[in-house]
């Protein structure tokens, strides 16, 4: 599915992210004890190396899920789940299990994930309206047509003077 136009952008650098990542870190910290972070790949793969060195929690999992080809929302594919030893040695629903990922837009990668362990704690740096509900710990909400550009997809573009855009 596109998502409709008119849409807002917002970029973010590596600065910001690292930032809004620490700031997650702090919001979790205090909650819980956390055996392991489980990342949804690919988007969960920053944020759990920062979560992973702010929290001093070694044991890093993935659940790799696609469901975007960039902008476009697809049918979504669990590529490899969760190590059945990890869910076993956890209490076998998720429970003690930290969940990350980058952002959580419409929900349905958080369902999934919820489905899988239902007792995980689920956190996100961004969340739009449609998803923070399933979400525990996030730290900015976004709009939901705003389309977030992550500092891995962008590089430096030159960009022409202000005033040369400018009739006259
Ligand atoms: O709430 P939703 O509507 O499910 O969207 C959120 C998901 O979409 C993106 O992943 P994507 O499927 O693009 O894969 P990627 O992480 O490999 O880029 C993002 O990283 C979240 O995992
Ligand atoms: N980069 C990026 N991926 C997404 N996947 C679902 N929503 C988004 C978004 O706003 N930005
Ligand atoms: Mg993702």
Excluded: N
């Excluded at 809004?20 to 790949?41: F, M, N, P």
């Excluded at 793969?45 to 929290?55: D, K, Q």
């Excluded at 689920?122 to 730290?139: E, I, Q, S, W």
Aim: net charge negative; hydrophobic share 40%; charged share 25%.
């Amino acid at each position: 599915m596109s998502h409709p136009g008119p849409e807002k952008v917002f970029p973010v650098s590596w600065d910001q992210f690292h930032r809004d990542a620490r700031a997650l870190s702090w919001r979790l910290a205090g909650q819980g004890e956390w055996k392991a972070i489980v990342c949804i790949t690919r988007g969960g793969l920053v944020p759990a190396a920062i979560l992973s060195r702010e929290l001093g929690i070694r044991v890093i999992e993935t659940v790799c899920i696609a469901s975007y080809d960039y902008k476009d929302q697809g049918d979504l594919a669990v590529l490899k789940h969760v190590s059945e030893k990890l869910i076993a040695e956890t209490g076998g629903d998720g429970s003690g299990i930290l969940v990350v990922d980058d952002l959580v837009d419409t929900g349905k990668t958080a369902q999934e994930v919820r489905r899988l362990l239902p007792k995980c704690h689920l956190a996100t740096v961004y969340a739009k309206p449609m998803g923070r509900p399933l979400v525990d710990t996030f730290v900015t909400e976004v709009s939901q047509d705003t389309w977030i550009y992550f500092p891995w997809d962008m590089g430096l573009t030159f960009q022409p003077p202000i005033g040369k855009g400018v009739a006259g």
